[in-house]
């Protein structure tokens, strides 16, 4: 079994600050870290194939720097990854970076066929959710999204089964292989990385790509192979703020009752 | 791997909406996103049309027109009885073809975020994510869809320009349904799905809704929300009393959550569920802009917390500066007082 794993390196939004004049995002404040949800996808892999036996490959688009996200793979148990870095990826949106991860994917392929890919189910700066499916359609291979359990795995039948998250529940579906899982964080809980691991991530080099090394079409990654830009960036609506309501506790409760009954007419039939 | 192809925008005419029905049900951002949609169609001056996938799914489409769509392009076939991103997706992507949209959206929900990007991917073309807030550049007759990026942190406006459809997926909860206008009609349009049930490759094997008797998030009218300012368990407790007496569902923050006080799905906010209730209490909720991506569009927001500078605030309709342990018990006994009345009244 070949699992192969789609990691991005992201900025930790939860530091990440706007610049109130500019509105452009001040980077230095947010440490890259590896998106959270692709932890969660490669943990999910280690573990089938600790069960299964098979390989663990990650493959991750981004500058040199993304170097340090592929070793956190390395720890975490994958056995080997592939940056593909270059120039020309650059602005690229959900089609252009589905497209490149396609094309790197693919050459990954010819030496190794995949039975089984992850991803994230979004990035947590992009936040979109399209990368996983964009890249399944490209391969012409079906695409579970939103897993958050493995419920079997047939390596004779070549089959598996997950619980997806939906709106108001689950789903249990069954796919053929190959295909593309993009994973929920509750799919699993990250362990700590065995010593070994982490000395094997400290001395591992990640194999790196540019544009030279697969074969692609210039005119569909990068800015180029974009349709979609970024027309402009400007802060969350601020509102004004609440009313501040005064007066002892008994006092403020009752004024806010009143407001909710006689100004918003709420409660005036029974409920609401 | 075909390029993406451009067109002459001329040939692509007409705002459509995708219906997302699971068994027979209409998904309420459907009919928001036809509620919106109709106000694009009209700004550009063209149709607005549903596209309706599903087996036994025909008597919908009178509910679409009634809600605004000039059109519904139905392909209605058991291979469709259940949602599968590859069989949806060769319908869709075949109706588009033929009949060529300039605007085509979907509700960012689990169906429509991975059905979105599939089409977009075989089409070739651009497709906004998460959009809470669409107009139209009427000068170069585009589209504007604007998302939050960054965990919440930024507002990002999406342009595509050149490839046909716009595509984008639009939040839950963030556009309104029109009235329905009884007895409106409109153009069905029937295409036969070009997908064999031995073609596919992934089945559905059994669908577990949440059964519970409490009332769901995105359907409650009011909502009483807790947050790590609660302290601890039995302090969450609070929020389930106000609740109760309001007949009200239950939610939480993140932090409320990960102390292991309410369910994942009881989570408000960027990585919970999006909410727009008439009533939303913030209790202890310190107001991250995570959290209250998830709940801005409530109607009316009271928010409780000790800290006068507490971001909730900004978000809020009443603020009150106050200790939850004092006040909250407070609005349970005035509410059950209220409450009491009302049955004596009734009764
Ligand atoms: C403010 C802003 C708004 C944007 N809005 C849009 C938009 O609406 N539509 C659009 O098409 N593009 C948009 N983009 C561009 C988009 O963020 C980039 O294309 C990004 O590289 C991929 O999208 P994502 O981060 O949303 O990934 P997601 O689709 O959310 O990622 C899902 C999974 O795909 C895999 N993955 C994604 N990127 C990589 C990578 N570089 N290397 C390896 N694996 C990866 C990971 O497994 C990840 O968990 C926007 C960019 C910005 C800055
Ligand atoms: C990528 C990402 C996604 C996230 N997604 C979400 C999400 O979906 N939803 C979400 O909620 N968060 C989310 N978060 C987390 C978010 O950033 C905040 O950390 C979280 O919302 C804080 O929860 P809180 O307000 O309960 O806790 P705190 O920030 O700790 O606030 C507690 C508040 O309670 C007040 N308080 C304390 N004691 C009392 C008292 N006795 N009476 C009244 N008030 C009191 C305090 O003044 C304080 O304001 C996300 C973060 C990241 C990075």
């Known amino acids: 079994m070949h699992y192969v794993v789609f990691v991005k390196q992201v ?15 001040d980077r230095s404040s947010a440490p890259s870290i590896i998106n959270p949800y692709d932890a969660h996808a490669v943990e999910e892999a280690v573990r089938l194939k600790q069960k299964y036996g098979g390989k663990v490959t990650v493959i991750s688009m981004g500058p040199p720097m993304a170097v340090s996200t592929i070793k956190k793979c390395i720890e975490l148990g994958a056995d080997e990854g592939y940056l593909i870095s270059d120039r020309a990826f650059a602005g690229s949106d959900t089609l252009a970076t589905s497209y490149a991860l396609t094309q790197a994917l693919k050459k990954v392929m010819e030496k190794e066929p995949v039975d089984l890919i992850f991803a994230g189910k979004q990035a947590i700066d992009g936040d979109t959710a399209q990368v996983g499916p964009g890249v399944a359609r490209r391969l012409g291979i079906p695409v579970l999204t939103q897993v958050d359990q493995i ?23 069954e796919s053929k292989l190959p295909c593309l899982l993009t994973v929920e964080k509750e799919i699993n809980e990250l362990t700590y990385s065995p010593l070994p691991n982490m000395i094997r991530a400290a001395k591992y080099q990640p194999i790196v790509w540019t544009t030279n090394d697969i074969e692609v079409d210039r005119n569909q990654l990068g800015l180029k192979g974009s349709p979609t830009v970024v027309g402009k960036i400007f802060a969350p609506p601020k509102q004004s703020g609440g009313e501040r309501i005064e007066g002892t506790a008994d006092e403020k409760v009752a004024k806010v009752i009143d407001k909710l009954l006689n100004v918003h007419g709420l409660f005036a039939k029974e409920g609401v | 791997e075909k390029p993406a192809v451009k067109l002459p925008e001329s040939e692509y005419q007409g705002v459509w909406i995708y219906i997302e029905q699971r068994n027979g049900k209409i998904a309420p951002v459907s009919l928001e996103l036809l509620g919106e949609g109709r106000k694009l169609a009209d700004k550009l001056g063209v149709e607005l049309a549903g596209v309706l996938l599903g087996n036994n799914v025909r008597h919908l489409t009178k509910t ?96 595509c320009k050149v490839q046909r459809p716009q595509m984008a997926s639009v939040r839950p909860k963030v556009f309104k349904a029109i009235q329905p206008i009884a007895g409106r009609t409109g153009n069905l349009i029937e295409e036969k799905i070009n997908v064999k049930e031995a073609d596919l490759r992934t089945k559905v094997i059994s669908v577990a809704l949440d059964v519970s008797d409490k009332i769901r998030l995105s359907d409650a009218d009011i909502i009483v929300a807790g947050g790590k300012g609660l302290q601890d368990e039995k302090g969450f407790r609070l929020v389930h009393e106000l609740a109760e007496v309001l007949g009200a569902a239950v939610g939480a923050s993140r932090d409320a959550v990960e102390a292991g006080w309410a369910s994942h799905s009881q989570q408000v906010g960027q990585t919970g569920t999006t909410v727009a209730p008439k009533l939303y209490f913030a209790i202890g909720i310190s107001g991250a802009v995570q959290h209250t991506v998830g709940m ?52």
């Open chain 1, 151 to 173: 419920e079997s795995f047939s390596v004779n039948d070549r089959t598996i089964r997950v619980q997806r998250k939906i709106e108001d529940g689950h789903e249990i579906v």
């Open chain 2, 296 to 347: 801005e569009n409530s109607e009316i927001v009271v928010a409780i917390n000790k800290d006068p500078n507490a971001q909730i605030f900004e978000k809020c309709t009443y603020a009150i500066v106050g200790d939850a342990f004092e006040i909250v018990p407070k609005f349970i006994e005035e509410f059950k007082k209220l409450k009491q009345g009302g049955e004596r009244k009734h009764g």
């Open chain 1, 11 to 25: 900025p930790d939004t939860s530091v990440v600050k706007l610049d109130p004049v500019t509105n452009t995002l």
């Open chain 2, 64 to 159: 679409l027109y009634e809600h605004g769509a000039d059109t519904v392009y139905l392909m209605d076939d058991p291979v469709l009885d259940q949602y599968r991103s590859e069989a949806y997706q060769v319908g869709v992507v075949d109706f588009v073809r033929k009949y060529k949209p300039e605007i085509l959206l979907f509700g960012a929900t689990a169906i429509g975020r991975d059905l979105a990007s599939t089409v977009a991917t075989e089409l070739g073309t651009g497709l906004t994510a998460d959009t809470t807030r669409l107009d139209i550049d009427m000068q170069n007759r585009l589209l504007e869809a604007s998302r939050p990026a960054m965990g919440g942190n930024i507002m990002a406006t999406i342009l």
